[in-house]
C-alpha cells in the first residue's frame, strides 16, 4: 500500500509526528521498510549499513535525525517544517 501510494505514507508519518510518539514512529517506519524490500534493500541505497537500521528502528531504537531522513529519502517522504499554533 505504501509503495503503491506515497501519500498514504506521508499522511501516516505527519499524523505520527504530530503526536510526537517516538515508539509509534519507529513501529511506522519497520512497516514502511518492509514495504520497500526490506533493510538490505533500505540499506544499499541509504547511508546507514543493515545492521545499524535494524538498531534504529528497534523498539529501543533513537536515531539522529541524519540517519532518519537517509532512510526517508529511500522511500520518498522527506521531512519538514511546518508553523503551528502555540496555545
Given at each position: 500500500?505504501?509503495?503503491?501510494?506515497?501519500?498514504?505514507?506521508?499522511?501516516?508519518?505527519?499524523?505520527?509526528?504530530?503526536?510526537?510518539?517516538?515508539?509509534?514512529?519507529?513501529?511506522?517506519?519497520?512497516?514502511?521498510?518492509?514495504?520497500?524490500?526490506?533493510?538490505?534493500?533500505?540499506?544499499?541505497?541509504?547511508?546507514?549499513?543493515?545492521?545499524q537500521i535494524y538498531r534504529i528502528l528497534s523498539s529501543e531504537g533513537d536515531p539522529e535525525l541524519r540517519s532518519l531522513a537517509a532512510i526517508l529519502r529511500v522511500m520518498g517522504p522527506r521531512l519538514a517544517g511546518e508553523r503551528v499554533r502555540v496555545a
Open positions: 500500500m505504501f509503495r503503491d501510494d506515497p501519500t498514504c505514507a506521508v499522511e501516516l508519518l505527519n499524523s505520527i509526528l504530530e503526536d510526537g510518539d517516538q515508539g509509534e514512529l519507529l513501529i511506522a517506519l519497520r512497516q514502511l521498510t518492509k514495504a520497500f524490500g526490506g533493510v538490505q534493500t533500505v540499506a544499499e541505497k541509504a547511508n546507514p549499513n543493515a545492521t
